[in-house]
Protein backbone atom coordinates (compact mmCIF):
# COMPACT_ATOMS: atom_id res chain seq x y z
CA UNK A 1 0.00 0.00 0.00
CA UNK A 2 1.18 3.15 -0.77
CA UNK A 3 0.18 6.42 0.54
CA UNK A 4 0.51 10.14 -0.48
CA UNK A 5 0.15 12.75 2.06
CA UNK A 6 -0.11 16.74 1.07
CA UNK A 7 0.16 19.32 3.41
CA UNK A 8 0.78 23.08 3.08
CA UNK A 9 -2.43 24.48 1.88
CA UNK A 10 -4.26 27.07 2.74
CA UNK A 11 -5.70 30.95 2.50
CA UNK A 12 -3.35 33.72 1.09
CA UNK A 13 -3.29 37.24 -0.13
CA UNK A 14 -2.62 37.26 -3.95
CA UNK A 15 1.19 38.13 -4.83
CA UNK A 16 1.87 36.02 -1.88
CA UNK A 17 2.97 32.43 -1.49
CA UNK A 18 2.50 28.97 -0.49
CA UNK A 19 4.39 25.99 -0.34
CA UNK A 20 3.04 22.49 -0.61
CA UNK A 21 4.19 19.10 0.05
CA UNK A 22 3.68 15.76 -0.68
CA UNK A 23 5.25 12.60 1.19
CA UNK A 24 4.92 9.05 -0.57
CA UNK A 25 4.87 6.12 2.48
CA UNK A 26 4.66 2.05 1.68
CA UNK A 27 6.60 -0.47 0.28
CA UNK A 28 7.47 0.15 -3.53
CA UNK A 29 9.89 -0.02 -5.28
CA UNK A 30 10.78 3.03 -7.38
CA UNK A 31 9.33 6.69 -8.03
CA UNK A 32 9.40 7.44 -11.52
CA UNK A 33 7.83 10.45 -11.23
CA UNK A 34 5.65 12.60 -8.75
CA UNK A 35 4.09 16.04 -9.24
CA UNK A 36 1.05 18.51 -8.99
CA UNK A 37 -2.41 18.77 -10.67
CA UNK A 38 -5.35 21.03 -9.72
CA UNK A 39 -8.81 21.13 -10.10
CA UNK A 40 -11.15 24.50 -10.07
CA UNK A 41 -14.64 24.61 -9.77
CA UNK A 42 -14.92 22.45 -12.96
CA UNK A 43 -14.74 18.43 -13.43
CA UNK A 44 -10.88 18.62 -14.79
CA UNK A 45 -7.82 18.14 -12.79
CA UNK A 46 -5.10 19.86 -14.94
CA UNK A 47 -1.36 19.55 -14.48
CA UNK A 48 0.47 22.31 -12.84
CA UNK A 49 4.03 20.92 -12.62
CA UNK A 50 5.62 17.06 -12.80
CA UNK A 51 9.24 16.26 -11.69
CA UNK A 52 10.79 12.83 -13.49
CA UNK A 53 13.63 10.89 -12.64
CA UNK A 54 17.06 13.02 -13.55
CA UNK A 55 14.58 15.94 -12.17
CA UNK A 56 13.24 16.92 -15.35
CA UNK A 57 10.36 19.32 -15.14
CA UNK A 58 7.82 19.80 -16.65
CA UNK A 59 5.32 23.03 -16.18
CA UNK A 60 1.94 24.14 -17.36
CA UNK A 61 2.02 27.54 -19.06
CA UNK A 62 -0.05 29.40 -16.13
CA UNK A 63 2.69 29.22 -13.89
CA UNK A 64 5.78 28.81 -15.45
CA UNK A 65 8.01 31.74 -13.53
CA UNK A 66 5.90 31.37 -10.14
CA UNK A 67 5.82 27.72 -9.27
CA UNK A 68 8.95 25.52 -8.76
CA UNK A 69 8.81 22.10 -7.98
CA UNK A 70 11.26 20.04 -6.62
CA UNK A 71 12.36 16.54 -4.42
CA UNK A 72 13.71 14.89 -1.87
CA UNK A 73 14.68 11.80 -2.88
CA UNK A 74 15.86 10.58 0.04
CA UNK A 75 12.85 11.62 1.83
CA UNK A 76 10.33 10.19 -1.01
CA UNK A 77 9.10 13.91 -0.80
CA UNK A 78 8.04 16.46 -3.08
CA UNK A 79 7.62 19.88 -3.25
CA UNK A 80 5.70 23.01 -5.23
CA UNK A 81 6.50 26.24 -4.22
CA UNK A 82 4.21 28.92 -5.18
CA UNK A 83 5.16 32.04 -5.51
CA UNK A 84 3.40 35.71 -6.47
CA UNK A 85 0.02 33.69 -6.13
CA UNK A 86 -3.13 34.59 -8.13
CA UNK A 87 -7.02 34.43 -7.27
CA UNK A 88 -6.84 32.28 -10.41
CA UNK A 89 -4.77 29.73 -8.34
CA UNK A 90 -7.58 28.70 -6.44
CA UNK A 91 -7.95 25.18 -6.49
CA UNK A 92 -8.06 21.65 -4.63
CA UNK A 93 -4.27 20.57 -5.56
CA UNK A 94 -3.64 17.10 -5.55
CA UNK A 95 -0.22 15.45 -5.82
CA UNK A 96 0.33 12.69 -8.05
CA UNK A 97 3.05 9.30 -8.36
CA UNK A 98 3.64 7.15 -11.27
CA UNK A 99 5.07 4.64 -8.75
CA UNK A 100 6.43 0.68 -9.02
CA UNK A 101 5.34 -1.93 -6.75
CA UNK A 102 4.99 -4.83 -8.42
CA UNK A 103 3.82 -3.06 -11.48
CA UNK A 104 3.57 0.90 -12.54
CA UNK A 105 0.41 2.08 -11.09
CA UNK A 106 -1.12 5.88 -10.57
CA UNK A 107 -1.15 7.14 -6.70
CA UNK A 108 -3.40 9.91 -6.03
CA UNK A 109 -2.94 12.15 -2.67
CA UNK A 110 -6.11 13.54 -0.68
CA UNK A 111 -6.19 17.02 -2.21
CA UNK A 112 -4.72 20.52 -0.71
CA UNK A 113 -6.92 23.21 -1.05
CA UNK A 114 -5.40 26.74 -2.03
CA UNK A 115 -7.92 30.09 -1.58
CA UNK A 116 -5.93 33.13 -3.14
CA UNK A 117 -7.89 36.31 -2.05
CA UNK A 118 -7.48 39.51 -3.66
Known amino acids: QVTLVESGGGLVEAGRSLTLSCAAS????????MGWYRQGPGPERDLVARIISGDTTTYADSVKGRFTISRDNAKNTVYLQMNSLKPEDTAVYYCHGDITQHYRSSKWGQGTQVTVTT
Open 26 to 33: GSFLSINS
